[in-house]
């Protein structure tokens, strides 16, 4: 699929604005709302998650919940400024079952991986990343067009277009599911060192504090 915006969609705001009323699968349906991307256009980096978990989905906002808070202790750690990161999901509705009063993740399929590329496609045309991040194996499958095993390539620099890097890592929600302290505390290591790996690539790293002795007078 080639990244080219129509003529009425050459602004983030616009796509944005679109994509609320998208019905390309029928996730629509079970979704409260379209959870698009969000941070500044263009930006040197993109992080691409993999679908709107329950708290993304009523906020409407991508990585707010559980998942969003551990991508933010590890992107501090990394010395990576939110802020000036853009950050979106391969699959724009989150795909669920209800059970009581719970809503239980259910992943995309492919089809629904697909027909959602329409919008992370423009997302990458206007956003212009040098750097791309897929956290989690829907996020690569939506960008690399076929699935591709995570611990093999992770934290990689990976050639991705005509001038980017990909570099491929965990979806920070499969913390959440590692009960042993130990074992989270390992894991969330291997994160931040992915990320870590990505802050060499490029130029959005937290300026450090400078030491008390070292401060201008």
């Given at each position: 699929m080639q990244l080219v915006a129509p003529r009425d969609m050459r602004s983030i705001s616009q796509v944005r604005r679109e994509a609320i009323s998208c019905t390309r699968c029928p996730l629509y349906l079970v979704g409260t709302q379209t959870v698009f991307g969000e941070g500044p256009?263009?930006?040197?980096?993109?992080?691409?998650?993999?679908?709107?978990?329950?708290?993304?989905?009523l906020q409407g906002r991508p990585f707010v919940g559980p998942a969003g808070r551990i991508l933010d202790k590890a992107l501090a750690a990394a010395a990576i400024d939110r802020s000036k990161v853009y950050v979106t999901n391969a699959v724009k509705h989150f795909k669920n079952v209800p059970r009581g009063k719970r809503r239980i993740h259910q992943k995309p399929n492919a089809s629904e991986i697909d027909?959602?590329?329409?919008?992370?496609?423009?997302?990458?045309?206007?956003?212009?990343?040098?750097?791309?991040?897929?956290?989690?194996?829907?996020?690569?499958?939506?960008?690399?067009?076929?699935?591709?095993?995570?611990?093999?390539?992770?934290?990689?620099?990976?050639?991705?277009?005509?001038?980017?890097?990909?570099?491929?890592?965990?979806?920070?929600?499969?913390?959440?599911?590692?009960?042993?302290?130990?074992?989270?505390?390992?894991?969330?290591?291997?994160?931040?060192?992915?990320?870590?790996?990505?802050?060499?690539?490029?130029?959005?790293?937290?300026?450090?504090?400078?030491?008390?002795?070292?401060?201008?007078?």
């Open positions: 256009v263009p930006a040197p980096l993109m992080l691409v998650g993999e679908q709107p978990g329950d708290q993304e989905d027909r959602c590329k329409w919008w992370l496609n423009l997302e990458l045309k206007l956003v212009q990343p040098v750097v791309v991040v897929a956290m989690g194996a829907t996020a690569v499958r939506s960008l690399l067009g076929r699935p591709m095993k995570i611990t093999g390539s992770r934290g990689r620099a990976l050639p991705f277009g005509s001038n980017q890097s990909l570099i491929v890592t965990i979806h920070p929600s499969m913390l959440l599911r590692i009960p042993d302290p130990a074992s989270k505390a390992e894991e969330l290591q291997r994160f931040i060192d992915d990320l870590k790996a990505v802050a060499k690539l490029v130029p959005i790293a937290r300026s450090p504090r400078l030491p008390r002795s070292s401060r201008k007078q």
